[in-house]
């Protein structure tokens, strides 16, 4: 059993993150109700001709780019041609002939090992419209028809389901800092299908697609599950047939849909609706110069910087976290403790009230304060606590809020007075200390701490503690 | 009875300023007309309503424009907001707008004021205007004729004098060849020139709205209104428009115009040989040089045309498949019966045979064989023009191989018809503009036009001659069988 290679080829499509849709000035985003992003274009009306919106074209060139693809500088469409009741004009206009990108990578890390899984083309189409069964009747949601959307297929590279869920991971990434698509899988806006086959020789097996999988880690098994019931019906003596199946969620099986007809016959042919846009060299420079700054040189300034490896991970898996952090790289504070304040106490009160930070009170030039003032030692992360939900829900200064909390920053001289006073009555347990007993040292701590209410610095009252001790 | 409506542009504007008549009498004469002429069958939908109250509204204003308060007739595969657009089929005999075409607004901007919806082959497809679901429309010169097509309404009411405008379209010859056979102008602008937004596609490469009108001078009007880039259509274009009366009275000496020899090959019939040549004299005796050239694959265009448009067709009638407009056949069994019935009951014969024909060039190995093939000719005819327009001002020739003929005639000869557009089709081969100036009748007393073809954007100067030539030969284009 163990002598059968796996290939696998990954579709994705995804949807692109535009204000209005691809060939129409209609809205594209989230809607509350059906049918109402929605114009005559959308509908496919008799007499309706396409416009270009492009937006489309930056955010597919910096697809193109990422994806290490070389970008067709002439770009045009196509119409594929068939009757469904969610294609509104009986054909989608998609490109065949000119991909907008073509003969890409994205490179993965297997174990340690980098790997790159090659990119076959990338091109520009509409999506459909949305059929919803309601009472054994279809229904028609219009609001997804025209929506943009770039769809990536792989060269058939992927021999596991690591890697496939390493390489949409990585795609994801890719998409998602270059600001193309959301990729939100739950929600749609990224879509996998992907063919698995198997085989004993070189020759690649039969090859079978699973289609709209819910989830990355969902592809994994899909892949598990279908390469092992392939090699089954094999081993069985069973010829495969291309066709076409669904991954059950419920059970982790993957269940036919349709056996693929020959001769699909999409007549495609040139859009005649759209000319052919030269996309010039400086255009094309000025789109990539356009693109944020990718996760890959995000993961090393951030190492360089002292961040730890799983607070990396931890900040590259959410965007808005890492782009926040990205506006103070040049404020020259200590970007260790700002991450541990973002991912720690924090993203608690940002998750907990569900808020965007800028929203809040809790500006950047606090934000810059309150790092410094730890990084120096001047307030603990206790006081930190303390004062954080005044800090994003009052606009107070700082200096104010750990006034209200009757934390006053005690200078060296009072802490010094503090220090003797304890000691002075407690003539007892300095006798014991410098009889050997160390732990009393903390015990001394402790007091300073209870009388400062935490306002002083541990690091400054260990100095006194031992300078006056030693006496 | 008034005659307002056989009064030149001019004469009717200085009416309406000096308010010796008002919009309303236009309005009512051609009704009149109209009502007086019921068996052309050139109009499918009248708006008389709409008409009379969109005159009434323009009593309170300034006549601001030349074609002020101007009855215009609008080709029946133009969208209308509101007023019913068939484009003669079955498919859409219910179907009511919900937007304006963009030359549709562009009327409207000029306080032009829509009569009706003309009379059509079929979604285009034709050249008889036989195919219509809404029966044939008649040769005002001689009723038992065709008018042509597919811009046959169009055509048949501006000969007739029922309007002095109207709106057609020209994928492979529609407005240039009834314009022919009904003895009026018409004018296919170089493609670009005017927004297709609106117009029910047949050929998207090829489709192009353009004037339909009684003499030279009131195309170039027309045309100066419905020009211009729309941010609609991607592929309209940029170029300025510029004011096409202007060269319009000049004189023509020292013009270059070239004649192909295909256009005055035996397939051309010998009267019409003998208009074209009596009209190449007229010339050379005004001044102008006349030579005959070779463009190249001239000979084969109504072979690409086929391919081409029929293929393009077959996609853009797919969305007739009654799921959200239109037609929609009774009680479905399920959707591919929808379709399937839909489109068998919705469309007529010749609509189906083009997307059946279509359909099979684009599929399969075919796209290659037939479709890309015939856009790399296509591409090599457009340069051949552009050649000869290095050297010479305009081409020359007839429009059509004969003139108009029998209702019934060729009936059951579908690609026989093409064969009507021989003349014509290369001109939306190539993109560039073509149009019809009357030159004359054949023994029947029925028109003979003369083709003029111009170098793309340059309607100007086709103008220039078209209008030195309706001078020179000042004939009667009043059909006398019109009541």
């Known amino acids: 059993m163990n002598d059968y290679k796996t290939t696998v080829g990954i579709e994705v499509h995804a949807e692109l993150k535009t204000n209005t849709k691809i060939f129409s000035s209609s809205c594209n985003g989230y809607a509350n109700m059906a049918n109402t992003h929605v114009n005559v274009v959308d509908l496919g009306y008799p007499g309706t001709l396409p416009t270009l919106n492009e937006e489309v074209i930056v955010k597919a060139i910096r697809a193109a780019y990422v994806l290490n693809c070389h970008i067709n500088e002439l770009m045009h469409f196509d119409r594929k041609n068939y009757f469904y009741p969610d294609l509104p004009k009986g054909y989608q206009i998609t490109q065949s002939r000119t991909p907008i990108g073509v003969d890409g990578y994205v490179e993965i890390d297997v174990d340690g090992v980098k790997k790159k899984i090659g990119i076959h083309d990338i091109h520009i189409e509409e999506d459909t419209c949305k059929s919803i069964h309601y009472n054994n009747s279809s229904l028609l949601d219009f609001n997804r028809a025209g929506v943009p959307l770039i769809e990536i297929v792989t060269k058939p590279d992927i021999s596991s389901s690591k890697e496939a869920v390493l390489y949409l991971e990585k795609l994801r990434e890719l998409l998602l800092y270059a600001d193309v698509s959301d990729c939100k899988i739950e929600e749609g806006s990224m879509r996998c299908d992907v063919n698995v086959s198997v085989s004993k020789t070189s020759n690649l097996g039969t090859k079978i697609e699973i ?9 994994g098994l899909a892949i598990d599950m279908e390469t092992k019931r392939q090699i089954e019906l094999l081993e069985n003596d069973n010829i495969l047939h291309e066709e076409t199946r669904r991954f059950n969620e419920k059970n982790n099986t993957t269940v036919l849909m349709r056996v693929k007809e020959t001769g699909n016959d999409y007549r495609y042919f040139p859009e005649a609706d759209i000319p052919f846009v030269k996309l010039t060299p400086e255009y094309i420079n000025n789109i990539i110069k356009g693109i944020p700054m990718l996760s890959s040189q995000r993961r090393e300034i951030y190492l360089e910087r002292g961040i730890s490896d799983i607070n990396i991970n931890k900040i590259i898996q959410n965007r808005e976290l890492s782009d926040y952090l990205n506006r103070y790289l040049d404020k020259g504070i200590n970007l260790v403790i700002a991450s541990n304040l973002l991912l720690g106490d924090m993203a608690n009160y940002i998750n907990k009230n569900n808020v965007n930070i800028d929203d809040t009170c809790f500006n950047e030039s606090k934000f810059i304060e309150i790092v410094n003032l730890l990084d120096k030692g001047e307030i603990s992360s206790k006081i930190f606590k303390e004062i954080l939900v005044d800090l994003f829900e009052t606009n107070n200064d700082i200096k104010t809020l750990l006034e209200q909390h009757g934390i006053s920053k005690i200078s060296d001289n009072d802490l010094k007075k503090i220090i003797k006073n304890i000691i002075d009555n407690n003539q007892d347990n300095v006798l014991e200390y410098k009889n050997g007993n160390e732990r009393i040292f903390k015990y001394f701590v402790g007091q300073v701490m209870k009388e400062t209410k935490g306002s002083a610095d541990p690091v400054i009252i260990n100095k006194i503690l031992q300078e006056e001790l030693s006496k | 009875m008034s005659k307002y409506l056989d009064l030149s542009i001019n004469e009717i504007n200085n009416l309406l300023k000096s308010k010796e008549i008002k919009p309303i009498d236009l309005v009512t004469e051609a009704f009149e ?25 323009l009593e309170n204003k300034e006549v601001d424009n030349l074609l002020f308060g101007m009855p215009i007739a609008i080709k029946d595969n ?13 498919m859409l005999d219910n179907f009511i707008p919900i937007y304006n075409a963009t030359v549709v607004e562009k009327v409207l901007d000029k306080n032009m004021i829509i009569i009706g919806k003309c009379n059509m082959d079929e979604f285009a497809m034709g050249s008889t205007s036989r195919t219509s679901y809404f029966g044939t429309p008649h040769n005002p010169w001689d009723k038992t004729k065709i008018a042509g097509g597919s811009s046959g309404g169009s055509a048949s009411c501006v000969a007739a004098r029922l309007v002095p405008l109207a709106l057609g379209s020209d994928t492979g010859g529609s407005i240039r060849q009834p314009s022919s056979y009904c003895g009026i102008v018409g004018m296919k602008p170089t493609y670009g020139r005017v927004s297709r937004y609106g117009l029910v596609a047949f050929a998207s490469s090829l489709d192009q709205i353009g004037p339909m009108t009684r003499n030279v001078y009131d195309n170039a009007l027309l045309l100066n209104a419905i020009s211009g880039h729309d941010n609609n259509d991607l592929t309209s274009s940029y170029n300025e428009v510029e004011d096409y009366t202007r060269l319009i009275g000049k004189d023509i000496r020292g013009m270059k115009v070239a004649v192909p020899y295909f256009f005055m090959s035996d397939i051309v019939d010998k009267e019409i040989k003998n208009n074209v040549d009596d009209i190449i004299k007229l010339l050379q005796d005004n001044g102008a040089i006349v030579e005959y050239i070779d463009i190249d694959y001239i000979e084969n265009a109504v072979t690409l045309y086929q391919i081409i448009a029929m293929g393009e067709a077959s996609s853009n009638l797919a969305r007739f498949d009654g799921v959200r407009y239109g037609y929609s056949c009774d009680n479905p069994k399920n959707v591919d019966d929808l379709y399937k019935r839909t489109r068998q009951e919705g469309f007529g014969d010749e609509v189906k045979r083009r997307i059946m024909v279509g359909s099979y060039l684009l599929s399969g190995k075919n796209a290659t064989t037939y479709y890309n093939k015939a856009l790399q000719i296509r591409d090599d005819m457009r340069k051949s023009f552009k050649k000869a327009f290095e050297k010479y001002d305009l081409i020359i020739g007839p429009n059509t191989t004969t003139v108009a003929y029998n209702i019934n005639d060729n009936l059951d000869n579908p690609s026989q018809t093409f064969l009507d557009d021989i003349l014509v089709i290369p001109v939306n081969m190539a993109g560039l503009p073509g149009m019809n100036v009357p030159i004359g009748f054949n023994k029947d007393h029925l028109p003979i036009g003369l083709q003029i073809i111009g170098n793309s954007f340059e309607e100007a100067k086709m103008y220039q001659l078209a209008a030195f030539i309706e001078k020179k030969l000042n004939l009667d284009l009043m059909p006398k069988g019109v009541k």
């Open chain 2, 33 to 57: 007309r109209i009502e007086n002429n019921a068996d052309l069958n050139a109009f499918i939908t009248l708006d008389k309503e709409g008409a009379l109250e969109k005159a009434k509204e």
């Open chain 2, 78 to 90: 133009i969208m209308t907001k509101d007023l019913r657009t068939t484009c003669a089929s079955h």
């Open chain 1, 211 to 219: 289609k709209n999988i819910g989830s990355i880690s969902n592809v």
